[in-house]
């Protein structure tokens, strides 16, 4: 007999994307929730790195039972401990490398959570991103590697593991980031180690961006400031901004990072929302002024328009970015392995909802595309 379809599945991400949309307004948890709605939910937001959100939100709800809240408020504990030692190590890294005069800027998830959120372990951090001049690439990585990290992954576990041979192959043709360092910590059976991705450009490898996008980097690492937790970021929302579309864009456009990544993240738009939700007009004007020198109009373009699909909030319009331009990719699109680029059938809204698998995922199959 066929499996029967879940009558509530659609529930779920309902649930899920009111919740997180209710969230990024300052709306306090349904006071409606039970256990079954909130387990739903919770099953929805691990495809989303959104779990951390859900048990900050709901460990104390008076609707749902004991050993629920029980539950739940280990996983907001687990997720402020992994946080407070990553952000232990990142200050170890801040101070090693500013000892030997390296500059860095540290980006999404050591800084976002202070700047950003309620409560800082309400976003998932799954590792330490930071940005180094290419000029000191070598320098900073020499000197991570001289202070005990090691270049390869963790595992599932959160162990060290070595790179693949594949892997190692990889980083050789994008080198765009470090080779990816993982610190072994053996003093936190809880977190055995840490892993520090060191992006070395704006975008990425072969991008279609401006060349002035190296200046830029060097200009915010020199121009950075100090959050509450002490690591140095962009005091610039825009700049955050432009960084999490970029990266947005990345793993949602290309065939290659959808794949090996997952797609992207209802998690991802919202911190999209909360930086938007924080800049004034000025903001905007910058966010508008860093997008051209580093030519990602285009690519803002194709984010915004998504971000508008996801919560609504108008920021293509109010960047004049609602109709693509000759040379930008269309909303909607995606590039193939052989380069040609492809339209999937659906909204954002529908792709994110299709990503537990519980309904059919907008795959790259020629079935679910049209040539574009």
Not at 247 to 256: E, G, L, N, P, V
Request: glycine content about 8%; some cysteine; aromatic content about 8%.
């Amino acid at each position: 007999m066929a499996a029967m379809p879940d009558p509530m599945h659609g529930d779920h991400f309902d649930a899920l994307l009111r919740e997180v949309r209710g969230y990024a307004a300052g709306r306090p948890p349904d006071a409606e929730m039970d256990d079954a709605r909130v387990l739903g939910m919770a099953a929805e937001a691990i495809h989303h790195k959104l779990l951390p959100l859900v048990a900050s939100r709901y460990r104390l709800h008076p609707g749902l039972s004991r050993p629920l809240r029980s539950h739940l408020g280990d996983l907001h504990r687990a997720a402020a401990h992994r946080l407070a030692v990553y952000v232990r190590e990142a200050l170890w890294v801040q101070r090693l490398l500013a000892a030997g005069g390296v500059g860095v800027l540290f980006r999404k998830g050591a800084v976002l959570p202070a700047m950003l959120y309620a409560t800082e372990a309400d976003r998932y951090c799954a590792d330490v991103d930071l940005y180094c001049a290419p000029a000191q690439a070598r320098q900073a990585f020499d000197a991570l590697r001289g202070a005990g990290c090691r270049t390869g992954e963790q595992d599932a576990e959160r162990r060290f593991r070595p790179h693949t041979r594949a892997e190692e192959v990889f980083t050789t043709l994008y080198p765009d980031h470090l080779p990816r360092l993982v610190l072994p910590l053996e003093d936190e059976p809880a977190e055995p180690s840490v892993a520090f991705d060191v992006s070395l450009d704006l975008g990425w490898s072969m991008a279609p961006l401006s060349g002035r996008r190296a200046g830029m980097l060097v200009h915010e690492i020199a121009a950075g400031v100090t959050t509450g937790n002490g690591l140095r970021t962009s005091g610039s929302p825009a700049f955050h901004f432009l960084d999490v579309a970029l990266h947005m864009f990345r793993d949602a456009y290309f065939q290659k990072t959808i794949g090996e990544r997952k797609d992207v993240h209802l998690s991802k738009f919202l911190d999209l929302e909360l930086l938007w939700r924080c800049m004034g007009a000025g903001e905007r004007a910058r966010l508008d002024a860093l997008a051209r020198e580093a030519g990602a109009r285009g690519v803002l373009a194709w984010v915004a328009h998504h971000g508008d699909a996801v919560f609504g909030c108008g920021m293509a319009a109010a960047l004049g970015l609602a109709e693509p331009e000759p040379g930008w990719p269309a909303p909607d699109t995606w590039q193939a392995a052989d380069g040609s680029v492809r339209a999937w059938r659906g909204s954002m809204v529908q792709r994110l909802r299709a990503k537990s698998g519980a309904v059919p995922y907008i795959e790259l199959k020629e079935n679910a595309y049209a040539s574009h």
